[in-house]
């Protein structure tokens, strides 16, 4: 079973920035989609940003221009960079990776966002 480890999260005051990132302990082979998702005390957990094979991206309009999602297939790496943060973002956020078959998600790392 592959495991993913999230790491980068931590408080920040708002208008800040953090680099999460989502290690996999191998690679993993035709996956369909890669992408993190966040959850809060008082949501559901939310789909933030995704990833697709060919190279291109899908953003949800509440992060849109401020985060971007990347990967580094040589290191088994995925990255989430946020700026501009803003207290609505604090949240845990999980890496997701989707295969055909299986779905696989990280612990989370607590991002936090102060006034």
């Known amino acids: 079973q592959v495991q993913l480890v999230e790491s980068g999260g931590g408080l920040v005051q708002s208008g800040g920035s953090l680099r999460l990132s989502c290690a996999a302990s191998r690679a993993i082979i035709g996956w369909l989609t890669i992408a993190w998702y966040r959850q809060s005390p008082e949501k559901t957990r939310e789909l933030v940003a995704r990833?697709?094979?060919?190279?291109?991206?899908d953003y949800v309009d509440f992060i849109k221009g401020r985060f971007t999602i990347s990967r580094d297939s040589g290191k088994n790496e995925l990255y989430l960079q946020m700026n501009n943060l803003n207290p609505g973002d604090t949240a845990v956020y999980y890496c997701?990776?989707?295969?055909?078959?299986?779905?696989?998600w990280g612990q989370g790392t607590q991002v936090t966002v102060s006034t």
């Open positions: 997701n990776i989707y295969t055909a078959a299986d779905e696989l």
């Open positions: 990833l697709f094979p060919s190279g291109s991206t």
